[in-house]
């Protein structure tokens, strides 16, 4: 095991949990990542491997059939799952954002209906905020819920949708001005809707349209997609909450943990960008011996394993904080920021290290290389966290004159 980013004051069972991952992980799913995403092949064997593993329900609580772990339990576990394959821990994620969503402000019903169908898999989660012409400006949604009888019928585009194929229940923030006069501020007249389908694509449900996977650059295997309502029908019984007008905040309280997820799997990428980095230096010879013997070489490995261990210690830190009931934005912001910047420059590092060969597909830095680009953007970019981090720290350090 890796002396880099442990954790103080785990429990016996996070330290076996953790364990049975990081095996599975090492054995399931590093030998075959590369072939895969070189496929833009969904990894089926592996998430079922996961299931049996019961990391579905891992933050569901035990009466609705889950484990009931904490968010750093999880976030370790997604640390260990993008060290091997980031595009799993992608698949998880969205599905513990709607969870948790649900565990935290849906109605009984809702908990009772979805839950334990999730936390055995059987139901899988994704979650829908974006939109083609607003990225991270959430006030601009222009996706609109409107009452009709008992129902509401939902139009609108939504971009960037992870497990948008895969996905059988999707949480939907959309417009809602029912109740809510001219003028309201737009973050207090947004619902969350939970959106029932087929997995697929295609049209997946009368007025709900999946088009198609999106082509990217890495992050592959894992489903991106849009999400195009015309006329779609909705039972209100399906608004989060049962009451509109709190989308937004439901939201930003799961992206939280999305920031917190996304942290954890820049912590991951770059632990196995050093493990791959520090084992081509021992094994590469210039000059008469191995490269790591070259201070340069030396000092570049320093600088990556320093960057790993803050970004975990910020990102376990993060995670504690949420566990304990505070606020966490400030601690979530700082952990994704740091993490994902890191992410990149230890993946960028191992790169180099790796010389002409880290350009041959034949090597898993070039997937690395390909996939960290996607943190500095996922769950907002990083002038979205240093907006953030700078108003909470201007809450929290008030001038006093």
Not at 52 to 81: D, N
Not at 99 to 127: C, I, N, S, W
Not at 180 to 205: I, Q
Request: with cysteine; net charge negative; glycine share 12%.
């Amino acid at each position: 095991m890796s002396r880099l980013a442990q954790t103080a004051g785990l429990t016996d069972i996070q330290q076996e949990i953790l364990s049975t991952v990081r095996d599975f992980v090492d054995k399931e799913i590093i030998p075959v990542a590369t072939e895969l995403e070189h496929r833009d092949e969904y990894p089926q064997a592996i998430v079922d491997g996961l299931k049996e593993l019961g990391l579905f329900g891992l933050m569901i609580p035990e009466e609705y059939g889950g484990l009931g772990e904490s968010l750093l339990t999880y976030a370790l576990c997604v640390e260990e799952i993008a060290r091997g394959w980031m595009s799993v821990s992608g698949i998880i994620n969205t599905h513990f954002i709607v969870a948790y969503m649900l565990k935290q402000h849906g109605t009984q019903e809702q908990k009772d209906t979805f839950l334990p169908r999730m936390a055995a898999g059987e139901v899988r989660g994704a979650f829908s905020m974006s939109e083609p012409g607003l990225g991270s400006d959430v006030s601009a949604i222009t996706s609109k819920g409107v009452k009709d009888g008992d129902e509401y019928v939902l139009n609108g585009q939504k971009m960037w949708l992870t497990n948008g194929g895969t996905s059988t229940l999707v949480a939907v923030l959309c417009r809602s001005d029912e109740g809510h006069p001219e003028g309201t501020a737009p973050h207090k007249s947004m619902t969350t809707f939970l959106v029932e389908k087929e997995p697929g694509f295609g049209e997946v449900r009368p007025g709900l349209t999946i088009p198609g996977k999106i082509d990217k650059m890495g992050y592959k295997g894992v489903d991106t997609t849009e999400l195009i309502m015309d006329g779609l029908r909705i039972p209100a019984n399906r608004v989060l909450g049962g009451t509109t007008g709190r989308g937004f905040y439901q939201m930003m309280d799961g992206v939280e943990v999305g920031r917190v997820n996304v942290a954890a799997r820049g912590c991951g990428v770059a632990q196995r960008a050093f493990e791959l980095g520090v084992s081509y230096a021992q094994q590469r010879h210039t000059f008469g011996k191995a490269i790591a013997q070259h201070q340069a070489i030396q000092f570049k490995l320093a600088e990556m394993a320093t960057k790993v261990e803050a970004a975990h210690a910020m990102m376990v830190n993060a995670a504690r904080k949420k566990d304990s009931g505070e606020r966490n934005d400030l601690e979530a912001g700082m952990a994704k920021y740091l993490a994902s910047e890191y992410c990149k420059e230890v993946v960028e590092d191992a790169f180099r290290i790796h010389g002409g060969y880290g350009f041959s597909k034949e090597y898993e830095i070039e997937r690395l290389y390909r996939e960290a680009p996607m943190l500095l953007i996922g769950e907002g970019t990083a002038e979205i966290q240093k907006m953030i981090i700078g108003r909470r720290l201007l809450e929290e350090y008030r001038f006093q004159g």
